[in-house]
């Protein structure tokens, strides 16, 4: 089960690792010839050929657009004009003495061109020059126009934050070229170039998610990268967590100063300083402390995920938090270590079980969990342990927003003995409670009777007090006489089990009064 490898695009998706986490982005490749004719003034001139990258079942192809001689000694002019195939406006200026001898350009649109890293976008359509393999002496000005549409499609929301692209066909890689200007008016962005190759406008996808989940434990938090520090240039993902759900913190192991401050803890995360406990004001989530602190940064938050190919059960949820819990104190992996910056290394050196990265430590809690199941072995998030690297937006395209799962606390049994009696008789009410995530998130076991009747003084607890014969075994209890209106021939009580999220279950027993002759059916 290995995919294509590819060329690690360092030069400008390698800031995504910044915000704590290793990892870069591949170019799978594999290699076809593309070569494409077209007549101009009765003059035959072939297209440059070109190594397409087939990706998903497709391959690139040229669209003629321009051919135009060009005299080395004084250089010229390349452009399209009214040119469906191309944008108007696109325009090769070549100084005098850049060309080794006079040269016929030519030039077309780029279909299905070799795709970009995750997270990079082209704006427009990308542009090829030809002869293939020419090289200028003197760099050449590249001019290309984009329009807002071109912005929108792309979804791209900075217009500064564009880059200029071109791609190698013999490493398989699109690195970034030099920018002299872009102009927000006129929509014209500025190049500098010394090749001929394909060439494109690049934007990072810009668009917040729309929903940004509703997080459970053992789903993931994602945030923006933190470069160029502000979400002008795009929505990258550059580090992400685990959601452990709200807990008490012990005081022992590694903790933010929000941690130490609330005494409570929602998320797991490797960070530079090593694996710790953080406590973050994260939305859809009720929280019990007060703080300012949101997960990463301010704006920065991509939102709770959960596996897009696969559900993650209960279990699994559970083993989740219960592996990166088990981390917290150990220290980040340190790209460095390994001679490569940043920590983009082999994926499984950032998984532990010594030291983590974030994207080794969501991996390594979802490979314990035994989840994303493939024959005899389980993958985790990434079903490959092949990959050269790791990174969050390998992982993020592989979530969907988190919908959350039903975790209201579960009434396993409710009693009272005796059920039969007088107002004096002493009985014991006993509640068994439940709840996914462990009885420390129950908060409270109440009574009301059917005439609306709660005795303050009473506490139906598990702290062995009161009648309760165990202490902490989820059988929640109190001991008292009945009391009530013997009159009316028994005594409705509705218990009520709320969790610290505020959500609730109830049931109802009754007692009957004796020689009342009353009988109460259909309960």
Same mark, same amino acid.
């Given at each position: 089960m290995r995919r294509n490898q590819g060329h690690v695009l360092f030069a400008f998706f390698s800031f995504g690792i910044l915000a704590g986490c290793g990892g870069g982005e591949q170019a799978s490749s594999t290699k076809s010839i593309t070569t494409t004719t077209t007549t101009t003034n009765t003059t035959t001139t072939t297209l440059p050929t070109v190594a397409a990258i087939k990706q998903q079942n497709y391959s690139t192809s040229i669209t003629p657009s321009v051919s135009?001689?060009?005299?080395?000694?004084?250089?010229?002019?390349?452009?399209?004009?009214?040119? %469906? !195939?191309? #944008?108007?406006?696109?325009?090769?200026? @070549?100084?005098? /003495?850049?060309?080794?001898? =006079?040269?016929?350009?030519? *030039?077309?649109?780029?279909?299905?061109?070799?795709?970009? %890293? !995750?997270? #990079?976008?082209?704006?427009?359509?990308? @542009?090829?020059? /030809?002869?293939?393999?020419? =090289?200028?002496?003197?760099? *050449?000005?590249?001019?290309?126009?984009?329009?807002?549409?071109?912005?929108?499609?792309?979804?791209?929301?900075?217009?500064?934050?564009?880059?200029?692209?071109?791609?190698?066909?013999?490493?398989?890689?699109?690195s970034q070229e030099k920018i002299i200007s872009i102009d927000t008016v006129k929509n014209i962005v500025i190049g500098q170039v010394n090749h001929f190759s394909f060439y494109s406008l690049v934007g990072l996808a810009g668009k917040a998610p729309d929903d940004l989940g509703k997080p459970q434990p053992g789903d993931i938090l994602f945030t923006l990268t933190k470069y160029p520090y502000s979400t002008d240039s795009g929505w990258v993902p550059g580090h992400d967590g685990i959601y452990t759900g709200e807990k008490d913190y012990d005081g022992k192991s590694k903790a933010s100063a929000e941690v130490i401050r609330c005494k409570k803890y929602n998320v797991v995360e490797a960070l530079w300083s090593g694996v710790q406990y953080s406590y973050y004001k994260i939305p859809n989530t009720t929280q019990s402390c007060n703080t300012d602190a949101k997960f990463e940064d301010n704006s920065l938050y991509m939102g709770a995920r959960e596996p897009k190919n696969f559900a993650l059960t209960f279990e699994q949820r559970i083993k989740i938090v219960e592996f990166?819990?088990?981390?917290?104190?150990?220290?980040?992996?340190?790209?460095?270590?390994?001679?490569?910056?940043?920590?983009?290394?082999?994926?499984?050196?950032?998984?532990?079980?010594?030291?983590f990265n974030c994207v080794g430590l969501v991996e390594a809690a979802f490979e314990y969990a035994k989840t994303n199941n493939l024959m005899d072995y389980y993958q985790g998030l990434i079903p490959y342990d092949d990959i050269d690297t790791i990174s969050p937006s390998m992982q993020y395209m592989r979530t969907k927003p988190a919908g959350g799962v039903d975790t209201v606390p579960v009434i396993n049994f409710a009693r009272m003995t005796p059920s039969f009696g007088l107002a004096s008789t002493p009985v014991l009410i006993e509640v068994s409670v439940s709840h996914?995530?462990?009885?420390?998130?129950?908060?409270?076991?109440?009574?009301?009777?059917?005439?609306?009747?709660?005795?303050?003084?009473?506490?139906?607890?598990?702290?062995?007090?009161?009648?309760?014969?165990?202490?902490?075994?989820?059988?929640?209890?109190?001991?008292?006489?009945?009391?009530?209106?013997?009159?009316r021939g028994f005594l409705g009580v509705t218990l009520t089990v709320t969790d610290k999220s505020g959500k609730s279950a109830s049931t109802r027993i009754v007692f009957t009064y004796k020689n009342s002759g009353w009988i109460e059916v259909g309960l």
């Open positions: 135009k001689s060009i005299i080395a000694s004084t250089g010229g002019i390349v452009e399209s004009i009214n040119n %469906p !195939a191309m #944008l108007s406006g696109k325009k090769l200026t @070549i100084p005098a /003495g850049a060309l080794a001898k =006079n040269t016929t350009i030519v *030039a077309g649109r780029v279909n299905n061109p070799p795709a970009l %890293p !995750a997270g #990079l976008n082209f704006v427009g359509s990308p @542009i090829v020059f /030809g002869p293939s393999g020419t =090289n200028f002496s003197l760099s *050449a000005t590249l001019e290309i126009p984009f329009t807002n549409a071109d912005l929108n499609f792309a979804g791209v929301s900075s217009k500064t934050g564009l880059k200029l692209y071109s791609f190698d066909e013999k490493t398989k890689v699109w990166v819990e088990k981390q917290a104190g150990k220290p980040y992996v340190q790209g460095e270590t390994y001679g490569v910056l940043f920590g983009m290394l082999n994926a499984n050196m950032v998984k532990g079980p010594d030291n996914l995530y462990g009885l420390g998130q129950i908060d409270s076991v109440v009574y009301v009777t059917d005439d609306g009747y709660v005795n303050p003084a009473i506490e139906i607890n598990d702290k062995g007090l009161s009648g309760d014969r165990v202490s902490g075994d989820g059988i929640y209890s109190t001991r008292n006489t009945i009391g009530g209106d013997s009159t």
